[in-house]
């Protein structure tokens, strides 16, 4: 009977230089496959635009960022259509359409993925608290509303911008501040241009 040679007395015989090419091999190739699926999203996806509120300052190792929190990241289950029990970690997905103002509103939420309607856009997303507090209608939580809200997060709360210009984002006020999103067919996400006043501060290349 013929006995084939097993994996480990094969990698045994291949030398440490070329196991450690292999593995630089394969990491680069990960690395170019999640920047090629990104690059993907910028390309084709559809357009969303997002209210923002930048809360944070700087990263002193990777140069100026902000973070982001969006309208649509609180959701009052109380007001939409979809599902009403959730738990954190859980994907929900999104579904959210223009409003008079043009920035996307969400209009449900949902564990399966919704069909959406006509110039609706459904994103994906987790849930980070089950139990957040309602926004007002200045956008800031209100605790004592006695409804109950979800915060999601879309992968789109932390932007990097050129070292310099991270400060004066972060201290713009939230109405004047807005994000164009490029979202998949799939509902990924990313962040294509970030305006102040309706004009481009930013935009993201695509690789």
Avoid at 42 to 56: F, N, Q, Y
Avoid at 79 to 102: C, H, I, M, Y
Avoid at 138 to 165: H, K, M, Q, W
Avoid at 174 to 189: F, N, T
Wanted: glycine residues 10%.
């Amino acid at each position: 009977m013929i006995r084939l040679p097993s994996a480990d007395a094969f990698t045994g015989r291949v030398s440490p230089l070329w196991r450690g090419l292999a593995a630089i091999v394969l990491l680069c190739a990960l690395i170019l496959a999640m920047v090629e699926s990104r690059a993907g999203i910028l390309r084709s996806g559809t357009e969303i635009r997002l209210a923002t509120a930048p809360v944070d300052p700087r990263d002193l190792f990777r140069g100026d960022y902000v973070i982001l929190g969006y309208k649509i990241s609180t959701l009052d289950l109380s007001r939409l259509d979809g599902d009403k029990s959730f738990e954190r970690n859980q994907t929900v997905f999104v579904r959210v359409a223009p409003g008079a103002d043009g920035l996307a509103e969400a209009k449900g939420v949902y564990l399966a993925r919704p069909a959406a309607g006509a110039g609706e856009t459904v994103i994906v997303g987790k849930v980070a608290s089950a139990g957040a507090c309602v926004a007002n209608a200045d956008g800031d939580p209100d605790c004592n509303a006695g409804r109950r809200a979800i915060r999601v997060s879309y992968g789109l709360e932390s932007y990097f911008v050129p070292e310099g210009t991270g400060r004066p984002i972060e201290t713009t006020e939230r109405k004047r501040l807005e994000i164009v999103a490029a979202v998949s067919s799939s509902g990924q996400a990313a962040i294509k241009r970030l305006l102040i006043d309706g004009k481009l501060v930013h935009q993201e290349p695509p690789y």
